[in-house]
Every structure is written in structure tokens, then in C-alpha cells.
């Protein structure tokens, strides 16, 4: 591992943590020669995992789209970057469990909406319908009336 700072590759491991979900080990390191102490995250790698799109294009899992795809239906809403990530992590758990190599797209947004649901409400929304493919307000209409959440009327 390169030091952010100095760019040297001898440093040593202060401190290693697992992740609550158990995918992940994130370590402090210090450069061992200019002393900058830096984080560092350790993933599985998911060689080999295809996506089959709706079109029916087949293209490699890329873990940092799905991220991308659910930071953007959070942003500005109180969902916080570890609960983004577990998400994630949930949902490639789920359909490596349930696919082998070739994951319909389908399956990923479904489990990501289905999560997403239980997280933020609006978030939901946001990354509905983006992945239905909303064409009219109609369509967002009808998806937060199927929330069936009601707010409390002000009387």
C-alpha cells in the first residue's frame, strides 16, 4: 500500500477492524518513513460477476455503480454512508446467494428498492423512479400511495 503523503510502500498495520457485516477490514497503517498515518479498506473481490441488463447486454458487476446509484437517491437525506454500504453489501450477498455468475439487473434494483423502503421513504422514491422509469408524476403517485404510509393528519 502507497502512502497517500509520500508515496512510500513500507508502512505497518496499527490497528485492524472488521466491519459489523463482516465484509470488510478496515486498517490504520503508518508510513514508516515519513510517519503520516492513513485508513485503508480491505473488500472481497467479486471476480467474474455479470450483469444482464433489461436489453438483454450482459456487463461486468461494478460494486461502485450500485454505490453511486444509491448515494445519488440519498443525497441530502438522512441515510448515512455505512448504511448506504451495508445496503449494498446486502444486496450482492442476496444475489450471489440466489444467482450464480449472471445476475439479472432486475434482481439488484429490486433489492436495493426493497431495502431502500425500509431505510427512507424518499430515498425509495427517488431511486424508484429512476429504476421504473417514471414517465409521468402520475407514476410517482401512484408508487408513494403504495407505500401506504398515511402521515398523521394536523387538526
Not at 431511486?127 to 402521515?151: C, H, M, Q, W
Request: net charge neutral; with cysteine.
Amino acid at each position: 500500500m502507497r502512502c497517500p503523503k509520500c508515496t512510500s510502500i513500507e508502512d505497518k498495520v496499527m490497528d485492524s477492524r472488521i466491519s459489523k457485516e463482516g465484509s470488510t477490514i478496515r486498517r490504520r497503517r503508518e508510513c514508516l518513513e515519513c510517519g503520516h498515518r492513513y485508513s485503508t479498506t480491505e473488500t472481497v473481490l467479486r471476480d467474474g460477476m455479470v450483469v444482464i441488463k433489461r436489453d438483454g447486454r450482459r456487463e461486468e458487476f461494478d460494486r461502485e455503480k450500485l454505490m453511486h446509484a444509491v448515494r445519488a437517491a440519498c443525497h441530502k437525506r438522512p441515510v448515512d454512508l455505512e448504511q448506504i454500504s451495508m445496503l449494498v453489501e446486502d444486496v450482492i450477498d442476496s444475489v450471489e446467494a440466489q444467482f450464480d455468475t449472471e445476475i439479472p439487473s432486475r434482481a439488484l434494483g429490486q433489492g436495493v428498492m426493497q431495502r431502500l423502503r425500509n431505510i427512507d421513504q424518499v430515498s425509495y422514491v427517488r431511486f424508484a423512479s429512476v429504476y421504473k422509469e417514471f414517465r409521468d408524476v402520475t407514476e410517482f403517485v401512484e408508487e408513494i400511495s403504495a407505500l401506504g404510509n398515511p402521515k398523521p393528519e394536523n387538526r
